[in-house]
Nanobody, 129 residues
Framework: QVQLVESGGGLVQAGDSLTLSCAAS????????EGWFRQTPGKERDFVAA?????????YYAESVQGRFTVSEDNAKNTVYLRMNSLKPENTAVYYC?????????????????????WGQGTQVTVSS
């Protein structure tokens, strides 16, 4: 039906900034929320940030990235972005975007397993120091 494709990852130095993109394969893409998650080898996939249009527009952030990362969208391009400022070595991970495409009564922004049904393939972000 529709696919999500992450891009923008790469190798940067500590303190640098990077912007990730999550593009939908279709021009028309209906979803109530999109989230960003990250995963390192041997670890669970952790929540980073999310944006929801279920009730107006709400954004959510992990405490560790609050104030440094910003999630935004470009509806004309059907793309969601994750702007990452002041990157740290511990931010090194594979970053995934995900979408909630089905209708549901409850939404848990930080729970990828229970809330998001469509996932991208991931993009690598490496922060050196």
């Amino acid at each position: 039906q529709v696919q999500l494709v992450e891009s923008g990852g790469g190798l940067v130095q500590a303190g640098d900034s990077l912007t990730l993109s999550c593009a939908a394969s279709r021009r028309t893409f209906s979803r109530s929320a999109e989230g960003w998650f990250r995963q390192t080898p041997g670890k669970e996939r952790d929540f980073v940030a999310a944006i929801s249009w279920r009730r107006g527009r709400d954004s959510y952030y992990a405490e560790s990235v609050q104030g440094r990362f910003t999630v935004s969208e470009d509806n004309a391009k059907n793309t969601v972005y994750l702007r990452m400022n002041s990157l740290k070595p511990e931010n090194t991970a594979v970053y995934y975007c995900a979408a909630v495409t089905g209708e549901s009564d409850r939404y848990y922004p930080r729970s990828g397993r229970t809330s998001y049904d469509l996932w991208g393939q991931g993009t690598q972000v490496t922060v050196s120091s």
